[in-house]
């Protein structure tokens, strides 16, 4: 399996994050409209995240590898990888970005192109 470059990974990223924002804004606006202080209703994308991310890599590809044609597979090649390993991954994704993001440029040094997140739950992102 040819694994994804990291150009086509990162725009991959950059159309999920306009996603997932668009749906936090709309949702912290109503929430904020139903009366919940911003500073509350400021939370509300840190469990849709986690959320989108569990269930769409669960099932193998987000919408934005959709959109690059790029999937994610087990490092024992099973597809999907189902919502343990998608949970495991969307967490270990914050965790890539807590340290000045280290774990997303790990990628640039790694013979198998994964980064922290990728390695925490034992994932390729490869060509579909």
Not at 69 to 79: F, P, R
Request: glycine share 14%; proline share 2%.
């Amino acid at each position: 399996m040819e694994k994804a470059s990291i150009g086509i990974r990162f725009v991959s990223y950059v159309i999920d994050a306009i996603i997932l924002n668009l749906i936090g804004y709309a949702l912290m606006f109503i929430a904020m409209a139903g009366g919940v202080e911003y500073r509350v209703a400021s939370f509300i994308g840190l469990p849709i995240s986690i959320g989108y991310f569990t269930y769409l890599f669960g099932k193998g590809q987000s919408l934005g590898m959709k959109a690059m044609k790029i999937k994610l597979c087990g490092t024992d090649e099973t597809y999907p990888i189902g919502y343990r390993k998608g949970f495991l991954r969307a967490v270990g994704m914050i965790i890539s970005g807590l340290v000045v993001g280290m774990g997303y440029l790990w990628l640039l040094i790694d013979k198998n192109k994964q980064g922290w997140h990728d390695k925490i739950a034992d994932t390729y992102v490869v060509v579909a």
